[in-house]
Structure formats: structure tokens, C-alpha cells
């Protein structure tokens, strides 16, 4: 069962809100101030989180600052243009605004947590040389074991299910956050780096491109 975050002190759209998810199957987790959403967040990790932004306490915005791994709706009466865009470029996954239509509430709810479906992920993945055991968390390059941190694992698994596709900095960042919680967006280079030397030293090539301003994609030696 899906869990989603309800954040917002206006107890009757909390409840309308609890009410219609419960109604849906999801399970509900409410919070009516950002400092007690920060507390709840720290011991569960709902699906999507519901979020309005005037909160007593610490506010919507502060909270989506700290916020990583969940898509976020903001849910405000706030509508101006200048707003949503501030909101959404700050990692907001969609911005709806009070009042809304419950119907495209829950279209949209259904519409993130559909990107954030993890796909099956086969046994073994393999590209060119590369062979990632996504059991046993073993890699071989040209048949030759490659020790990976946790952290590094995550990305090349990510690469890997996606070869030669250019991935988002920020898309990556979130996808690998369910495998690790040891990367941030300033440490995300320093982890590719070490990544891209241990499969260097092995045949020389570099399999991790920078595309600039974008994000990194795999590629396999016949390819560059």
C-alpha cells in the first residue's frame, strides 16, 4: 500500500484530503506544522508527500528544502506565476493550487507515482563488458571483480539500466537516493569520479561521460 504524506494545517482539507486518499487505498500519514513533519519524515518514508506551504513553524518552503527522494505536490492557495516556478525549480514534482478539484488532485497523484515506479529489475545486468549482479551487488569488468561502495553501486546500476541514455543529474540523484542515503548533489561528482577511475584502470577506457550541464551517461568502448 502506497503511504502519502498529508502536511497542511487546515484540519478540514486535511481531512477532506485523508478521507478521499484512504477512500483511493493509500495510507495517510498527517502532520498540521512543518517542525512536526520533519519529526514523522524522520521515522517513515511515505510514496509522495501533500504539501502546503503556509505552515506554522517551519514553513513549506524550508521543509521542500530538505526534502529528497519523495515527489512533492505543493497544495497552496498561493497562485501566482512566480511562485509555481520558484517552487517547482526548488524540487517541487507539481504545484496545484487551493482551490482545486479533488478528481485533478488525485490525477496527479496517480501520475507521479506512476514516474517513481521502480521497473522489475533483472537478476544480472550486463553492457558490453560490464556485468552488474543486482543480487549479490558484484560487478566484473572483462571478467575482472570491481569492488563498488554502495553509493557507486546505485549509480552504475542506474547507468546500466539505461546505457548509452543521458541521465538528469537531478533524476539521478533521486533514483539512487532508494539504494543510498550517502549522496548529495555536491558529492554526486566526487562519487562519479571514483566510479569512472576504477573502470578506467581496468582496460583504460572511460565509461562515464559528463554531458555538460545535464547530467552522465554509459558509454561502452565502441561507442565513444
Not at 43 to 72: A, F, Q, T
Not at 141 to 147: D, E, M, S, W
Not at 167 to 178: D, G, K, P, T
Amino acid at each position: 500500500m502506497k503511504m502519502i504524506a498529508v502536511i497542511e494545517d487546515d484540519q478540514p482539507i486535511g481531512n477532506l484530503l485523508e478521507e478521499s486518499l484512504t477512500r483511493e487505498g493509500y495510507e495517510v500519514l498527517r502532520a498540521y506544522s512543518g517542525t512536526e513533519a520533519l519529526y514523522l519524515l524522520e521515522k517513515h518514508r511515505p510514496d509522495l508527500i501533500l504539501l502546503d506551504l503556509m505552515l506554522p513553524g517551519l514553513s513549506g518552503e524550508e521543509l521542500l528544502s530538505r526534502l529528497s527522494g519523495i515527489p512533492v505536490i505543493v497544495v497552496s492557495a498561493k497562485a501566482g506565476i512566480d511562485d509555481k516556478v520558484k517552487l517547482l525549480l526548488e524540487g517541487a514534482a507539481d504545484y496545484i493550487t487551493k482551490p482545486f478539484a479533488l478528481k485533478e488532485l488525485l490525477a496527479r497523484i496517480t501520475v507521479q507515482l506512476r514516474r517513481t515506479e521502480a521497473p522489475r529489475l533483472a537478476p544480472v545486468l550486463e553492457a558490453g563488458d560490464l556485468r552488474l549482479d543486482t543480487e549479490s551487488h558484484e560487478l566484473t569488468l572483462r571478467n575482472i571483480p570491481v569492488r563498488l561502495t554502495r553509493t557507486e553501486y546505485a549509480i552504475l546500476k542506474l547507468l546500466l539500466q539505461r546505457p548509452g541514455q543521458v541521465i538528469a543529474r537531478s533524476v539521478l540523484l533521486e533514483y539512487i537516493s532508494q539504494d543510498t542515503p550517502d549522496c548529495s548533489d555536491g558529492s554526486l561528482k566526487q562519487h562519479i569520479s571514483n566510479l569512472r577511475k576504477k573502470l578506467r584502470d581496468i582496460d583504460g577506457h572511460d565509461y562515464i561521460e559528463a554531458v555538460w550541464g545535464i547530467g552522465f551517461r554509459l558509454v561502452l568502448p565502441n561507442e565513444s
